[in-house]
């Protein structure tokens, strides 16, 4: 059986190809077109309430805290308080060992017997001493009696004038003598009391660094002292906080502040804010060392009041605030991701001049007649999900509010085909 001609016709064939590939690239096209097709979310301009609100976060801790040291230098040979441990002011925190007073008290004064009686409060060599203040005192009014006789000698010309400064010279060492005296008894008793570390306030110890058999040593100017423990009044608490410097000129002092404190889940308290920086909050502040670090962007410090804060409270728990820092009702808003910023367009339709920082200005996206239109938006308080129109677009007009990526990529002038509910679905329907 012989085969057709047009089967062996590779005119005929060749025809063939040209047509299925011309339509396959004509759907391919097509669907790239469908595909590619931008679609946008659209919302309108609604009547609402914006509340305004700053976020942040920080950390708790005493309003009153006060860190113990020591005066003097010596071996820390009893505590009297553990972490965590209430404490009454003038309650004994921690001893020194005497010992170490002993060389520095039998330099400091010849009146002061020995350091090891002042120590132990030895009444004998304070008695002592007392002893040679009262003959010092002796010593200064034989000297006085002698030194007028003398006077009274030389303003008659019976005496010398060198007897007079040898009677001058001699009252003025006996008084050198009185004073060296007093100031070795009251340097004994005040060295002797410093050995004894007492609270400042009422609180409860939150840090306990030493431990005993340990040394201190006095702060000096390069060097800070040794911290024997850090006494906190935690009936007042604030909450220490980080605020973005883009946020913080809302934030003043007196505003009410809603808290969430980690450990205390489900739970929120008020608060009052008491203070806000006026200066970036350093890399090493100690009240947010941890938040600092790893942040670069510059923060200033806020610090809440808490009303009212849990007996169990501690400093260092993680919390977050929010205020409130203003309030509208009735207000015409729109979706706050609905609002463009853009580069003033210039002559030409160039959007950046040839020299200097372009304008910026603020607007939505409208469609009218199938293609976007710009129209500026006078902005006014901007609330976590809306933001208040005070001039733009009438209430109730139709604006583009996304997609995100969409939104900042489309230029004025774009078309823009709005789909009906049944286009979508023969579209989903052949996609199918």
Known sequence: MSK?????????????????????????????????????????VDRGSVVMQVQMTGTLAAVTTVAVGTQVSGTVSQLYADFNSEVKKDQVLAKLDPALFQTQLDQASASVKTSEAVLNNDTAAIATTKANIEKAKVDVLNSTR????????????????????????????????????????????????KTTVTSPIDGVVTALPVKEGEVTVIGTMNNAGTQLMTVSDMAEVEAVMMVDETSVPQVKIGQTASLSIDAYPGQH?????????????????????????????????????????????????????????????????????????????????????????????????????????????????????????????????????????????????????????????KDAAKAA
């Open 4 to 44: 057709p001609r047009w089967y062996s016709n590779k005119y005929l064939w060749l025809f063939l190809l040209i047509v299925i590939g011309a339509g396959a690239f004509a759907v391919r096209q097509y669907l790239s077109a469908k595909s590619d097709k931008t679609s946008y979310i659209f919302g309108a």
């Open 269 to 425: 308290f008020q608060g009052i804010v008491t203070e806000v920086g006026s200066s970036p909050i350093p890399k090493n502040d100690p009240d947010l060392l941890s938040l600092t670090q790893g942040s670069e962007a510059i923060n200033f410090k806020v610090k809440i009041r808490v009303q009212d804060p849990p007996d169990t409270i501690r400093p260092g728990f993680s919390v977050t605030a929010e205020i409130v820092t203003g309030r509208k009702e009735g207000a015409n808003a729109i979706p706050i991701q609905a609002l463009v910023v853009r580069d003033v367009p210039t002559k030409g339709g160039k959007t950046r001049p040839a020299t200097g920082r372009p304008e910026t200005e603020e607007g939505v996206y409208v469609v009218k007649n199938g293609k976007l239109e710009f129209i500026k938006v006078e902005s006014g308080l901007a609330g976590e999900l809306m933001i208040e129109v005070k001039k733009g677009p009438a209430l109730g007009a139709e604006i583009v509010t996304g997609p995100f990526k969409a939104l900042r990529q489309v230029k004025e002038g774009d078309r823009v085909v709005i789909e009906k509910e049944s286009d979508k679905k």
């Open 146 to 193: 002698k030194y007028k006789m003398i006077k009274e000698l030389f303003d008659e010309g019976l005496e010398t004038k060198d007897d007079m400064d040898t009677a001058q010279a001699t009252l003025a060492a006996t008084e050198q003598r009185m004073n060296s005296a007093s100031a070795d008894l009251l340097g004994s008793r005040d060295s002797l009391s």
